[in-house]
């Protein structure tokens, strides 16, 4: 018998092992601890509840309070994972009886060799998903289970870590290298680094305003912002083109900056306030949309003209200006100056 015994112990299904399952009570326990947890479910739980209510005895209807508190005790210490395996399974083949039989085998396969551990977080943050799982990390690392696990995540919080952190790098790497082809191109086209750089500064300014508004708002970086991120570029540095071109051919027209800036205030900029305010209200109407990606849209790519646009007609003129004998260098070579 004691052979048989240990035989059952030895071969019975990991998930019906105390020690393991008592390993899985200890990590909930953990859990709980934290204050972003609400509840954790494993299959520790219905086992515990079923050995309770298969080994619960009443008191008598005479007992008195001390005989009363022995029975409540005597329940209570069958609250708890069975001392073998052979109990353990005893008890989960009374629940697999039950009309609710589908709910023990959402928490533990059918062969009892793997478990899910459902963990209910207090909010569907991202942030406080990934506290979480670096708290189990970090009990796996300290309490190891007494066999060797392989452990993965699920779950729609934890898809959604993970989307996040592919989609923020990928979009990092994707406007880092969007930014570095555009400062290229500006170099090509006006064949002057100075030129260049300045072409990228209400880009930059930009970039800066809008996002920086939208983490100062709370405003948390979703898929229409991600997406939205690499419109900014083309849309920033567009007004700059315009404006550089104009004024070096102004400057060459002119002789001077400064005859050449009264002129850029003239048509140039008019035509470049008419295209942004134009472009501006036109997004204007998505934020009155019934889906906040939409608005999140309209704000954004409004922002995106107003901001660049200001940029442009402001900071570049008041760049150029004490910048002039670097900016205009090649076309005063030209000219034999």
């Known amino acids: 018998t004691f052979v048989l015994e240990q035989e059952a112990e030895l071969t019975a299904p990991l998930f019906k092992q105390p020690p393991m399952l008592r390993w899985l009570e200890g990590l909930q326990v953990h859990l709980a601890r934290h204050p972003l947890v609400g509840k954790s479910s494993s299959a520790a739980d219905p086992l515990k ?16 309070a001390a005989e009363r508190n022995e029975y409540e005790a005597r329940n209570q210490a069958h609250n708890a994972v069975p001392p073998s395996a052979a109990a353990c399974g005893q008890v989960f083949t009374q629940l697999e009886q ?30 406080d998903m990934e506290q979480v799982v670096a708290l189990v990390e970090d009990y796996l690392e300290t309490n190891p289970p007494p066999v060797k696990l392989v452990h993965g995540w699920a779950g729609l919080t934890y898809i959604n870590v993970v989307w996040q952190d592919q989609m923020v790098v990928g979009m990092l790497w994707s406007l880092a290298s969007s930014a570095i082809i555009v400062f290229v191109m500006m170099l090509v086209l006006f064949r002057s680094f100075v030129f260049g750089v300045l072409s990228m500064i209400p880009l930059s300014i930009t970039i800066a305003f809008t996002y920086g508004a939208i983490g100062l708002a709370g405003k948390d970086y979703d898929m229409p912002v991600a997406v939205l991120s690499s419109l900014t570029l083309g849309l920033s540095v567009d007004f700059a083109i315009h404006f550089l071109e104009r004024a070096r051919e102004f400057r060459r027209k002119f002789g001077s900056w400064e005859a050449a800036a009264g002129e850029m205030f003239k048509e140039p900029a008019t035509a470049i306030s008419r295209n942004a305010i134009t472009i501006a209200i036109g997004f204007t109407p998505l934020l009155l949309a019934p889906l906040v990606p939409y608005r999140t849209v309209g704000f954004f790519l409004a922002s995106i003209m107003a901001v660049s646009w200001l940029a442009t007609l402001f900071l570049l003129p008041a760049l150029i200006t004490p910048l002039q004998r670097f900016v205009f260098r090649e076309t005063a070579e030209k000219q034999g100056e």
């Open 98 to 127: 039950t009309k609710k039989k589908d709910s023990l085998f959402h928490l533990v396969t059918r062969d009892y060799q793997q478990a899910n551990l459902w963990i209910q977080l207090k909010s569907g943050d991202n942030r």
């Open 49 to 64: 509840k079923g050995a309770y209510e298969l080994n619960f005895v009443p008191p008598p209807a005479d007992a008195d």
